[in-house]
């Protein structure tokens, strides 16, 4: 079953043209691609090729100029209602951003119940805060903390806490593990993992690290200037890439030349 | 940078219909009638009523407004009943006085600031810097009534170096030009400063001195053009205020400035002459803005770019 | 100390620099603006009247060598002095002096509400006959306010005054108005050319500002001086004070209108409980002297009353008999800021007996709309009385008709209609005498001061003369350098 | 009040030693400004004429020292500096609260909804920013009777824009934050996002502002006082006393002096703590 | 060995909120003329101070020990006009930012040109010179461009622009801090190309600053791992990554996932990296460490030569050698 299906979408921005002319600047182009139930989708492409504008509208952040996205088999209205809203939830790139500086780590992940309470699980919220933040490795000593007082792999894992604590049925990451040192990097990615196996999630997954897309996605949407040039189950665009552009993008992409030069 | 100019003016005019319809009003809401304070208590209810008709004020508002609008367009403000002149004669008078003064204690202003500020921005959180800032709050923070009649007392009355009051030669101009500068000396100081510091945090500005040049040449160089940016924004709004905002200081020197003239019409419901003066200052302003705005531009590539 | 220093004025220039208390906003004499004691002053200066007030309040010729009534009094004929002429050299006529006087008229202002159904009329070349419907013993002072202009200038003629032609001692070098009038002597004034290069009045509003400049030589000549300020320039060897007696009373009107200041018997015994004399002597030691009478000296009609004295005891207990209503402040308002001090310190005595009072500085424009609306309880003014005639002062303001206090008396208005026909100046006399017994007695107001006028000037300046009402004459002054 | 407890408590963590001092001097005088005038007898409406013009430290017929001496009405010019705080701390914490509460509303509104509400704000600063600011408050004070709610609306009406034009400025940027995104996605309604995501971060800037813009209101009504324009005849304040004494600069000196040298000191130490807290705080340029 | 550039027990201790901080301790390598150094390690591990220790812009209160000599001359006590004549023409710097690094009011030829003009050579000739660096660096129409401002510049060209800035009085050593990071994987394999090829022909030496193994691993002949503001391992490059004698290093070479085949994820490190405000006790890393052992927990690890050419920091650095 599809659990996402956009088809025609079309973003513009508004630049600032001349006096009278307000001349509009396409971010994105006639994009279309599904998420299958419980299935990685990884979105590649150079950056401003509009990765960032497709994930937002997914998750209703912006309205599209053009096109239908279709989730669970039904079209996704302009004004989603709460039920909606909740199902489809985002982790964004910098971890620290993600998280209001103002708030404990308990009160970001109590936000979404409060908004929610249809999903919020029954018993003491302090043991239910300690469950979600379990969930995604984290002590429960963390609650009382503020988002600074944590290290960026931390934070990303609150975020993703925070987003999963609305059981959503679709994960949107962008560039979620780009800004983590390697070494933490793949203690989210591994993290990302398992929650979909155990929560049955899709995921669309936006990154430009080739390596760690390779590891992860099950199918691959390759974007360039706004336009989807190349999309197909992971193996085969890494395997047999069959847009140039992808080709180039794969050529580029250095590998950890473990021979060295000397 | 054509484009950017038509825009601005095109604002500029809406800017001005609001400043004319706001003080239209004000002068309209305030209590006391124009006709009554220019006849004075002696005068009888049929004069009054005769001169309010003379006047116009007897007409419904908004013909009122209409006619002001229209008058507003051709420059014409009406007539002074008090000064027996056009207003906006009443005002040309005053307007080289004011022009002088706000100009003068501008130049002092920015010169001084920038000194100030440089001083202390260019070493932000030293002790040259906290000496500066403090001297700055000390010099925003008397009344500039106060340090005006010292000046005098000091300079006038003690030393005879300056005339006290009037505009009659050019030094009379130094006492109320220096008096007016105080604040706005700390205004642009303050805003060098925390531009200069701002700069000086810019990654290049350690590219420049990573390529060998003195902390002197990286500050002409480098740093003072992006941060008179913010200061030629604040100069603009600055010396607009200075146009009529200098009541105060032309009221302790004599100094026939618009602000006087403004505070004199409002006693005496002048309405001509106020709305004459304030719109003449808010012509001004609006226009030192759109200066100030093309100056930016023109220190800033970026925005002429996006214009 | 002497005068000069770098201030820029040479000591040889025979010009005087004049700094007075008002503001000099327009020089057109008829304009609609009234009471102006700006333009009066620059008027004075500039243009010339049929007959004047001296130093007295005693009417002396100007254009006019004489002037006498017809037997009823209900006309006046005006002689003028042979061979007058206007600054531009053209002749001065009875014409001009009938066109002036329809310009006033015709522009309706404050003053044309003195000449109800006057016309004048040219006889000859120098006689101008002035008739009224009633009998107007008073139209001599009366037309003090008459400047003349040469015929000819329309109602309407803002351009005209930027350069006036001018009929008295000075015509207009350059006007920025309510800032400087410099004026150069006119050659063909009938009184011979000023001596002076030139005359300057400024408006210096500030009064320490004005008192530096008075001192560093910018300014020679000074007046309306605060008080305080006397004593460290009388002490000052190269400066000259002087006080002259104006015809202007501090004037606290009660409204008599509203219920707890119907009765005289409350109103007389608000004003024993304010201790005047003390603060005449401490507030205005130079400028004030307790008044007598609701006139000032110098006015016609003038008699002394009994003074009120200051007896607080009393006071309390007639206002205490009387019901009056403690808890209720008065609102005491009044215009200018300079009077404020008086004014708290009438306040403070009220307090002690426990009369309150809301102290009220309103603006002008406000101050003269709730004066006429009666939207007060007491009212301050420094009431001066125009042409030093009573007929300006009691004639005017105290008919019930005028509503102008609150105060209603039939027989205080026989005998103000009386006094305001009558022929015979002995007559006028006792009858404005008996009017003002009844206004001091019924204490319609408080009459607590008779105010002065201070001049402080350069010793190098001379020959000018002090007006009672700050209307200097410069027509004489000579300036001998330092 | 809030915006300047709060303006203390920031200003007793600022590590800079230099923020403690003004904030202790500022204590001081709002201790003085509350409790002062319960301990001084003072009665402005009572003018013991003969006490007049005494020079600090003279005796008073009524038996008390004039420790700063008196004025133009004998009356004791250390109790106007006392009372006078009262005035002019109210005048200056209500007219910036007032400017903070609808600088802070325009602002956080313009800056949130941006669009068309955002121009018409925008242009409606544009409009008032015409005008040079004390020549409005001017108009106002000038053609109302003067009262100190005038006086606070008048100094008001131009007072809000710079509070509006930081809380829009902060508002913009952080309303770009991925934060307030995140909350936007888990369903939290705009006031909320506002209140607890958004205009918490405006804080620290306004008040920065706030003491900048105190030193100015203080300094402007004493202004208006000196022109005529001021507070009603019966209050006291520092810039009434201040005018008062204007005539008696060089004769007596203290009348002025006194207040003014309060006003100074207490327009210093607002603008040093100000300055720390700008620097804390960072963004909000001074204006 | 001709060492262009030798630091010796560097360290840096930066004013923090609770007293100075010991950003970088006790950290020596050299940089051999002609040969490029890659320095390696986490965000926040100090590659960047120690970059700017070398051109002597610290931030202010740093407080500097230990040596850096450069061509004979000790850096760190020079004195700042020996110091400011080395900048630019001996020792020049490519940052990590390339929007933030030029100065946006001036137009790139100015910029790129200020070094020669400041010593004086005639106008005409700097800006042949300009241009004849701007095309080296790929700059397509040089002459033109170099009248552009940065704004008008994508990130790629911006960079090399200040590849150019830095090469064009040819100095004998460059301090590349990150000049790759902000840019895309096309562009930069592209630019990494042209620092190498520009760097061969100058012959000059590169202290190359970057956290990414894949770009260290294709550019670097030397690397120096840093750990919290020490030197975790060094040696040459192929070594280093082919056989790491420090298991933080294995750790990280691990991680690197494969592009063009399919790896799993590695197993991650456990606990988050160590800062230098709060380093763990003896060795920094030994919290995350699996082979940690009580004396790592007690005793600081100095590095020491562990095979010809190989300096680790580990106690059990044999034991991860094997
Ligand atoms: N709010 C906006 N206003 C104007 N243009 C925008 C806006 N957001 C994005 N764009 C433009 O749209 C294009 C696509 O942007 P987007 O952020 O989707 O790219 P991306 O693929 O996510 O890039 P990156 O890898 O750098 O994150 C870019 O050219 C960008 O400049
Ligand atoms: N100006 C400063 N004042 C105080 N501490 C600083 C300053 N700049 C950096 N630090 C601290 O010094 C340490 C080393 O910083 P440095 O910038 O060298 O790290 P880096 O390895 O370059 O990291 P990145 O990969 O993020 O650039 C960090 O812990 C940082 O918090
Ligand atoms: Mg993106
Ligand atoms: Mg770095």
């Known amino acids: 079953m599809t659990v996402l299906a956009v088809e025609g979408l079309r973003v513009t921005f508004p630049v600032r043209g001349s006096l009278l002319r307000r001349s509009r600047f396409t971010a994105v182009e006639d994009a279309a691609f599904t998420v299958g139930e419980n299935e990685i989708v990884a979105v590649v492409g150079e950056s401003g090729s509009g990765k960032t504008t497709i994930a937002r509208c997914v998750v209703g952040l912006r309205r599209p100029d053009a096109g239908v996205m279709t989730f669970e088999g039904a079209p996704l209205p302009a004004r989603r209602p709460p039920e909606l809203k909740r199902a489809i939830q985002m982790v964004f790139q910098d971890p620290r951003s993600s998280l209001n500086p103002h708030m404990r780590v308990g009160a970001i992940i109590e936000e979404a119940w409060l908004t929610h309470p249809s999903v919020a699980p029954p018993g003491p919220r302090a043991d239910a805060v300690e469950a979600a933040l379990a969930g995604v490795g984290l002590d429960g000593e963390a609650a009382a903390r503020y988002p600074a007082q944590l290290s960026g792999g931390q934070c990303q894992r609150v975020s993703l806490a925070r987003a999963l604590a609305l059981s959503p049925r679709l994960l949107v990451c962008d560039e979620a593990v780009s800004a983590l040192d390697v070494s933490v990097q793949s203690q989210v990615l591994r993290l990302l993992v398992e929650l979909r196996a155990t929560r049955r999630l899709s995921m669309l997954f936006i990154s430009h690290d080739l390596g760690v897309v390779h590891q992860i996605a099950d199918r691959v949407v390759v974007m360039r200037a706004g336009r989807i040039v190349e999309q197909g189950p992971a193996d085969t665009v890494f395997a047999d890439p069959r847009h140039e552009y992808t080709r180039a993008l794969l050529d580029a992409a250095l590998e950890l030349n473990d021979i060295g030069m000397t | 940078m054509l484009t950017l100019v038509i825009r601005r003016l095109l604002a500029g005019v809406v800017v001005l219909w609001g400043a004319a319809t706001l003080i239209f009003l004000i002068v309209r809401v305030a209590p006391g009638d124009p006709a009554t304070v220019l006849l004075g208590p002696d005068a009888e209810p049929a004069q009054i009523a005769a001169l309010r008709t003379r006047l116009g004020l007897d007409r419904p508002i908004l013909l009122q407004y209409g006619d002001y609008l229209g008058q507003t367009l051709h420059l014409d403000f009406g007539d002074s009943y008090r000064l027996a002149t056009s207003a906006m004669n009443a005002v040309l008078s005053r307007l080289p006085a004011t022009i002088d003064l706000t100009l003068t204690s501008a130049v002092i202003s920015v010169f001084a600031g920038l000194l100030l500020g440089s001083a202390a921005g260019i070493r932000a959180g030293s002790g040259q810097d906290r000496i500066v800032t403090t001297l700055t709050i000390v010099l925003q923070s008397f009344p500039t009534f106060w340090i005006g009649i010292m000046l005098i007392l000091v300079f006038a009355l003690g030393l005879r170096l300056l005339p006290t009051s009037g505009a009659q030669s050019l030094s009379s101009l130094v006492l109320p030009a220096v008096t007016l500068s105080f604040p706005f000396t700390a205004i642009v100081a303050r805003v060098a400063r925390s531009g200069i510091a701002e700069a000086m945090a810019e990654p290049y500005v350690q590219t420049a001195l990573s390529k060998g040049l003195t902390p002197r040449e990286v500050l002409t160089g480098h740093v003072l053009r992006n941060a008179l940016i913010p200061v030629t924004t604040v100069v603009g709004l600055q010396i607009g205020a200075l146009l009529g905002g200098a009541v105060v200081v032309e009221n302790v020197f004599a100094w026939p400035g618009l602000g006087t003239l403004v505070v004199e019409s409002v006693g005496n419901r002048d309405y001509a002459v106020v709305q004459a003066a304030t719109l003449t200052i808010a012509a001004i302003i609006v226009l030192l803005n759109l200066v100030a705005d093309l100056l930016y531009a023109q220190l800033d590539p970026r925005i002429r770019a996006a214009s | 100390i002497g005068s000069g220093g770098g201030a820029g004025r040479n000591a040889a220039s025979q010009a005087i620099v004049a700094s007075g208390t008002f503001v000099i906003d327009n020089i057109d004499p008829g304009s609609a603006q009234g009471g102006s004691a700006g333009k009066e002053l620059a008027g004075q200066q500039i243009y010339g009247r049929l007959a004047k007030p001296d130093a007295t309040g005693k009417l002396v010729p100007d254009l006019a060598e004489a002037w006498k009534p017809s037997a009823d009094a209900k006309s006046w004929d005006f002689t003028l002095r042979g061979g007058l002429k206007f600054s531009d050299g053209s002749p001065l006529t009875s014409e001009d002096v009938v066109a002036s006087f329809d310009r006033l008229i015709d522009i309706n202002g404050p003053y044309a509400a003195n000449y109800k159904g006057v016309s004048a009329k040219a006889g000859s070349d120098t006689v101008v006959t002035f008739t009224s419907p009633a009998p107007d013993p008073a139209l001599p002072s009366k037309l003090t306010t008459l400047f003349v202009l040469p015929s000819g200038v329309p109602a309407d003629a803002a351009s005209y005054f930027a350069k006036p032609v001018a009929s008295g001692p000075f015509m207009v070098e350059s006007f920025t108005p309510s800032s400087e009038l410099k004026m150069v002597p006119n050659p063909h004034y009938w009184g011979g050319a000023p001596k002076v290069k030139s005359l300057t009045i400024r408006s210096i509003p500030d009064v320490a500002a004005k008192l530096a400049a008075l001192r560093t030589g910018e300014v020679d000549v000074v007046w309306g001086v605060p008080d305080d300020q006397i004593p460290a320039l009388r002490s000052d060897a190269s400066l000259k004070v002087e006080a002259v007696p104006s015809n202007g009373n501090f004037t606290m009107w009660f409204n008599s209108g509203i219920p707890a200041l119907k009765e005289a018997k409350v109103r007389k015994a608000l004003w024993q409980a304010v201790d005047f004399g003390t603060i005449i002597k401490q507030l205005y030691p130079v400028t004030g002297q307790p008044a007598d009478s609701p006139l000032a000296p110098t006015v016609f009609g003038y008699a002394p009353q009994t003074p009120v004295a200051y007896d607080p005891g009393a006071a309390k207990k007639a206002l205490e008999e009387a019901g009056y209503p403690f808890d209720k402040p008065l609102r005491l308002q009044f215009g200018q800021a300079q009077f404020k001090p008086f004014l708290q310190a009438v306040v403070s005595s009220w307090a002690k007996i426990g009369v309150k009072a809301d102290l009220l500085q309103k603006e002008q424009a406000v101050f003269i709309e709730d004066l006429l609306a009666l939207k007060w309880d007491v009212n301050f003014q420094l009431l001066g009385t125009a042409g030093y005639d009573a007929a300006t002062n009691l004639g005017r303001l105290y008919p019930c008709a005028a509503k102008r206090t609150g105060y209603c008396n039939p027989d205080l208005d026989e005998l103000l209609a009386k006094a305001g026909s009558a022929t015979d100046q002995n007559e006028r006399k006792e009858l404005y005498t008996q009017a003002s017994k009844i206004i001091w007695d019924d204490a319609v107001g408080m009459f607590p001061m008779t105010s002065k006028v201070s001049y402080v000037w350069n010793k190098n300046v001379s020959g000018f003369t002090l007006d009672a009402l700050g209307y200097p004459d410069f027509s004489k002054a000579v300036e001998s350098g330092s | 009040m809030p915006a300047f407890v709060s303006g203390l408590v920031a200003a007793r963590r600022a590590r800079r030693r230099s923020g403690l001092i003004p904030a202790l001097v500022i204590g001081l005088y709002l201790l003085v400004a509350a409790a002062g005038p319960l301990l001084i007898a003072y009665d402005p409406v009572r003018t013991p004429l003969e006490d007049r013009l005494l020079p600090p430290g003279a005796a008073t017929s009524s038996g008390g020292t004039a420790l700063l001496g008196t004025d133009a009405l004998g009356r004791d010019v250390f109790a106007q500096v006392v009372y006078g705080a009262r005035t002019s701390v109210l005048i200056g914490l209500t007219t910036v609260a007032v400017c903070l509460l609808a600088g802070v509303a325009i602002g956080c509104v313009a800056g949130y909804y941006r669009g068309w509400v955002d121009s018409v704000l925008t242009r409606l600063v544009d409009i008032l920013q015409a005008f040079p600011g004390i020549l409005l408050a001017i108009v106002i004070a000038g053609v109302f009777t003067p009262s100190l709610w005038v006086i606070i609306l008048a100094l008001s009406v131009t007072g809000w824009i710079s509070f509006a034009r930081v809380a829009r400025s902060v508002v913009l940027s952080v309303r770009e934050r991925h934060w307030v995104d995140a909350a936007r996605l888990i369903g939290v309604r705009p006031r909320r996002l506002l209140g607890r995501h958004i205009m918490p971060f405006t804080v620290g800037p306004l008040v920065a502002m706030a003491t900048l813009e105190f030193a100015l209101v203080v300094l402007a009504e004493a202004g208006l006082s000196f022109l005529g324009i001021g507070l009603p005849a019966s209050s006291v304040s520092w810039g009434q006393t201040v005018a008062n004494g204007k005539e008696y600069l060089s004769s007596a000196w203290w009348i002025s002096a006194a207040p003014g040298l309060a006003l100074s000191v207490l327009v210093v130490s607002v603008g040093l703590l100000g300055d720390t807290l700008t620097a804390r705080y960072g963004r909000a340029r001074s204006r | ?322």
């Open chain 5, 1 to 322: 060995m001709n060492d262009l550039l030798k630091i010796t027990s560097l360290s840096v201790d930066l004013p923090g909120p609770g007293g100075p901080v010991r950003v970088i301790d006790e950290v020596s390598f050299d940089v051999p003329a002609g040969r490029t150094v890659g320095l390696i390690g986490e965000t926040g591990s100090g590659k960047t101070m120690i970059a700017m220790s070398v051109i002597g812009l610290l931030p202010e209160g740093a407080a500097v020990g230990g040596a850096i000599s450069f061509a004979g001359t000790d850096l760190l006590t020079c004195g700042p006009q020996r110091l400011r004549a080395l900048r630019g023409h001996e020792i020049s710097m490519i940052s990590q930012d390339p929007m933030a690094s030029l100065n946006p009011t001036q137009r790139i030829g100015r910029q790129v040109g200020e070094v020669l003009r400041r010593s004086g050579a005639p106008r005409a000739e700097v800006r042949d010179r300009v241009v004849e660096m701007l095309d080296r660096v790929g700059i397509p129409d040089a002459a033109r461009r170099a009248r552009d401002y940065p704004h008008e510049f994508s990130g790629g060209l911006r960079q090399r622009a200040m590849i150019a800035m830095a090469m064009i009085a040819h100095p004998s050593l460059v301090l590349a801090d990150e000049p790759t990071t902000a840019l895309d994987v096309t562009v930069q394999a592209r630019v990494l190309g042209l620092l190498r090829k520009l760097q061969v022909e100058e012959g000059a030496a590169m202290l190359l600053v970057s956290h990414d193994l894949r770009v260290m691993s294709h550019v670097a002949q030397d690397l120096v791992v840093l750990y919290a503001g020490r030197v975790a391992e060094r040696g040459s490059t192929a070594s280093v990554l082919g056989r790491p004698a420090h298991p933080y290093t294995k750790a990280l070479v691990r991680s690197v996932p494969a592009v063009r085949t399919k790896t799993a994820i590695a197993d991650p490190l456990p606990g988050t990296s160590a800062v230098p405000a709060r380093r763990p006790s003896g060795c920094a890393f030994h919290p995350r460490c699996p082979l940690a052992t009580g004396r790592c927990r007690s005793e600081i690890p100095r590095p020491r030569e562990v095979a010809p050419g190989r300096w680790s920091a580990c106690h059990e650095a044999e034991k991860v050698l094997s």
